[in-house]
């Protein structure tokens, strides 16, 4: 696996019609997506912030801070206000696609 701050850093939108089982798929922001009524997203940055984008008043992108740190190879514990504390497991990950598995920490 690779350093969380390189291969994560960024941002990254869901990309629903790919999803698959128990998987969610995420993009980059400049993927050709269908339409669609605005897309969540999630955001890494080095310092150890995290952004959860929901979807807002008019399908407009709502920032939802948060914090990410690394838990184990390959997961890593996310806490925002809005969704608390999850484990994001990566599943696969390359600078076009990121698949994750996302589970509530007990």
Do not use: C, K, N
């Not at 997203?41 to 948060?66: K, N």
């Not at 390959?74 to 925002?80: C, D, I, L, P, S």
Request: overall charge negative; glycine content about 10%; charged content about 30%.
């Amino acid at each position: 696996m690779t350093d969380p701050t390189t291969a994560l850093t960024g941002r990254w939108l869901h990309s629903f019609e790919e999803d698959h089982g128990d998987v969610t798929v995420y993009r980059p922001p400049d993927h050709d997506f269908p339409p669609a009524r605005g897309r969540r997203g999630i955001e890494f940055a080095p310092d150890g912030s995290f952004t959860e984008w929901a979807i807002g008043r008019g399908d407009a992108p709502q920032a939802v801070p948060g914090r990410w740190r690394t838990a184990a190879a390959g997961q890593f514990e996310v806490t925002t206000e809005r969704t608390g504390d999850r484990v994001l497991e990566v599943v696969h990950q390359d600078p076009e696609r990121l698949e994750v598995r996302w589970r509530t920490t007990s």
